[in-house]
C-alpha cells in the first residue's frame, strides 16, 4: 500500500565546503616520527646506558732501522700516577705495577742494565695485550684467570719446530713445545731464567705476570749485555726474545709510544 500524500521534491544539496588539512603523507610522518619518540623514550627509561667506548691508545707502527734506533726511554712509574696512567693508555693497572716493579727489582739487582717498563710493556702489548688475550682477565695477586699457552710449535708457516721439552708439564703438549704465559716464554727458556717475584719459596710460575715479568726483565738484560739503553743493546735483547725484525718494530713502537705518554707537557 502506497501514500496517497503527495511527496515534495527532494531539495537540491548544497555543495560541501572542502575540508582543508594536512595531506596524508605529511600526517603519516608525523604518527610514525611520534611513535618512535615514544620508543626511544621508553628504551632509554628501560635499558641502562652503555658507556662511550674509549678511543683506543695510538701506538703507531714505526719502521725504525735495526740495530741503529732507541725508543724513546721513560722515567720509573710513579705508583701513585697508576690509575691515570692505566686508563690513559689503557693497561691494566695490575700489569702496569707488574712492570713497574720488575725494572725496579732488576735495576736493584743489576743498576747498568738499563731496563724500563716501557719495555716490558712492549713485550707484553705484543705477546699477550698485557694478560688479555682470548678474554683472559688479571687476578689482584698477579696471577690470570686462565692459562695463556700459545700454538704448537710444529714447523707450521711462521713457526720453528720444537719438539716437547717438558713432557706437557708446563704446555700441556707431550709432542710440541708451546708458548707460555703473558710474556710468552719457552718452557726450556722459564726453566733456566724463571724468577719467584714474591721469593716465597715456590717455584716461578709462567702464568703469574709479576714472575713472568720479572723474568723477562731478566732475560733481556742478559741477552742485551746490559746495554738496553743502546740501540745495539736493546735490539739484540729484542731479537734474542723473538728472531723477527717485525717483531722488534711492533715491540719498537709499543715502548716508543708509552714512553711518550707519560712524558710531562
Known amino acids: 500500500m502506497t501514500s496517497s500524500l503527495p ?44 658507556k662511550a667506548r674509549q678511543p683506543q691508545f695510538p701506538v703507531p707502527a714505526l719502521t725504525p732501522a735495526a740495530r741503529t734506533t732507541l725508543p724513546f726511554q ?30 725496579q727489582r732488576q735495576r736493584e739487582t743489576n743498576a747498568n742494565c738499563g731496563i ?10 705484543k705477546e699477550s695485550f698485557h694478560g688479555r688475550i682470548n678474554s ?9 684467570s686462565k692459562p695463556i699457552i700459545g700454538v704448537p710449535l710444529d714447523g707450521s708457516p711462521g713457526f720453528k719446530a720444537i719438539k716437547d721439552t717438558d713432557k706437557g708439564v708446563w704446555d700441556g703438549d707431550t ?14 727458556t722459564w726453566k733456566r731464567w724463571g724468577v719467584r717475584f714474591s721469593g716465597d719459596g715456590k717455584p716461578a710460575d709462567p702464568q703469574n705476570l709479576d714472575d713472568s715479568a720479572a723474568t723477562a726483565a731478566r732475560y733481556l738484560c742478559e741477552s742485551g749485555g746490559n746495554k738496553l ?5 736493546w735490539w739484540q735483547a729484542v ?26 707537557g
Open 74 to 103: 721513560a722515567s720509573p712509574v710513579d705508583m701513585a700516577a697508576v690509575p691515570d696512567m692505566s686508563r690513559r693508555m689503557q693497561i691494566p693497572e695490575r700489569a702496569l705495577i707488574a712492570y713497574a716493579k720488575a725494572e
Open 175 to 188: 709432542t710440541w713445545d708451546r708458548a707460555l704465559g703473558p710474556m710468552q716464554f719457552l718452557p726450556t
Open 239 to 264: 731479537l734474542t726474545y723473538n728472531e723477527s725484525v717485525a717483531y722488534g718494530r711492533d715491540v719498537f713502537s709499543g715502548q716508543e709510544a708509552y714512553a711518550k705518554a707519560v712524558q710531562p
Open 7 to 50: 511527496i515534495a521534491p527532494p531539495s537540491p544539496e548544497r555543495p560541501r565546503p572542502k575540508r582543508r588539512g594536512l595531506p596524508k603523507l605529511l600526517v603519516i610522518g608525523l604518527i610514525i616520527g611520534v611513535v618512535v619518540a615514544a620508543y626511544l623514550v621508553l628504551r632509554d627509561h628501560d635499558e641502562p646506558r652503555k
Open 136 to 144: 683472559t682477565t688479571l687476578n689482584p695477586d698477579g696471577t690470570l
Open 229 to 233: 739503553t743502546t740501540p745495539a743493546g
Open 116 to 125: 724500563s717498563w716501557t719495555m716490558l710493556a712492549g713485550i707484553g702489548r
